[in-house]
């Protein structure tokens, strides 16, 4: 009954997590990832550094210590009241897999939080008490990291690999997971980003010694965090924090808010200037072609359809959490309590915010996405447009020549030439009507074969085909030429008797 309620004891995801981290590196060896310069380091295999905040009350002192120790340090040293852990992205990499490890073990990690952490999951949110009565509560919210810098004058989002470096890079650099590696040419896109912002939290709750013992995870938490934390303790004493540590979530769920909003207020502003400059290229479309970058267009609405699902992961979280804190405070909860279901719900409403927001720039860059295809069109059209008054005249410096030409060939025949002998008059051949004879039923010919291949090819422009017969080919236009000739020739139908038949 112990294994069945035990939260931590599962050595599965342990093993799991080992040897995902055993595959990475595997990958890692291959040759693609040595031509490209990228060198294994193992400088921090033995070592995790972890940032911790002890908050308690000692000697009417109610300041934070905050330090920066290793696993095996914290497992020395005793238990506070409330005590907050900053530790690196969970995944399994390679070179701090047994820290990891260690961590997981010493303090308790749940199972299925490891096992997310496999799995690479974007959105988590579980609760579990085990046979001690320790409560456990932890979640994963996904953000897509955008940085962004000026170039060239304008805002522009860019791999963090993007930029050209003297350095080679090391795997420390590079995305944990093997399948989120990228060639150069990707990392090179203009408005590309190819990295994301997990960040994990669980909430451990001990209830060993009467008083409950706080200890929040926060794995790859943004720094803004640590500094928010840094500020609550001039406000709110350790023991308020005890009565209702759910808050400490709430506060993990508002700083990822922060970059997930700022991320999407990043993407509107860029997309803004494109929208702008596409609006003012609509009344010159001939400059459509060279103005009109569809690879930043289809980045950006990339980015925003990432930006929308972890908008609505992160609303699937806070909604999990409010039901599960509404069921731990009951129906008589104290102000403390309430204070932090408020400040739930208000943290939902600002996700709420940020969709709809999401959802408003979906239909604005769809739109801007059909007029730069509409525009591109068009100035194809005009294109055409310019060749085609190219060959027409041509065509018309062909005809005015024409006369002249068939004249002149006509007197350059053996059929009419000039006497040797004085007056030099012009004589004609009596085989000089051979040539009309030749010549008319030859143009002839070609006229009717041109007017064929005209009616067909307007046909085909109208979408109107001429229907053919079975293993007909499409070509075959004298065919259809002698089936419209013939249509054209019967009789009108009784279009009122087949409209009004007799007796109705």
Known sequence: MDSIRSVTNDPRPIAQYRNRAAEILRWRETESL????????????????????????????????????????????????????????????????????????????????????????????????????????????????????????????????????????????????????????????????????????????????????????????????????QNLKKKVSCEDVANDPYILLNIGLDEMFRVLDQNAWLVSKIFGEIETKTLGIAAMPGKAWEAVNFTALHNLAKHQIYLRENCDAALVTIENLQAHHARVIGRSPDPWQLSTQQAIEYRKTMFQSTQRRLGSLDQRMANIMQLSFHLVTLADSKLMQVQNKSMKTIAVLTLVFMPLGTVAAIFGTQLIWLQEEEPNHMQVSQDFWLLWLIAVPLTAVVYIIWRVWYLEAKAQLKNDPPSQLEGERGYMGWKALNRRMKAKKRPPKDVEFRMYPKGA
Not at 37 to 44: E, F, L, Q, W, Y
Not at 70 to 84: H, N, P, T, W
Not at 144 to 166: F, M, T, Y
Not at 207 to 228: E, I, R, Y
């Open 34 to 229: 040595q031509a490209n310069g990228i060198h294994r380091n193992t400088s921090d295999a033995a070592s995790l550094a972890l940032r911790v905040i002890d908050w308690e009350l000692k000697d009417g002192d109610e300041n934070e210590l905050h330090r920066e120790v290793s696993v095996k340090d914290l497992e020395k040293s005793s238990a506070s009241q409330v005590r907050i852990i900053f530790a690196p992205e969970d995944s399994p990499a390679p070179e701090r897999v047994e820290a990891f490890v260690e961590l997981f073990e010493t303090c308790g990690i749940p199972g299925d939080f490891i096992s997310e952490s496999v799995h690479g999951v974007s959105q988590s949110f579980g609760t579990r008490t085990d046979d001690k009565g320790t409560e456990y509560t932890w979640c994963h919210i996904l953000s897509k990291n955008l940085p962004a810098e000026v170039r060239d004058g304008r805002l522009q989002i860019v791999h963090q690999l993007g930029a050209k470096s003297e350095t080679k890079r090391t795997h420390t650099d590079l995305e944990q997971d093997a399948s989120t590696y990228l060639p150069a040419e990707a990392e090179d896109q203009d408005q590309a980003s190819f990295s994301w912002i997990k960040a994990g939290f669980v909430l451990k709750i001990e209830h060993a010694h009467g008083k409950p013992t706080v200890t929040l995870f926060c794995f790859n938490a943004p720094q803004s965090m640590w500094d928010t934390l």
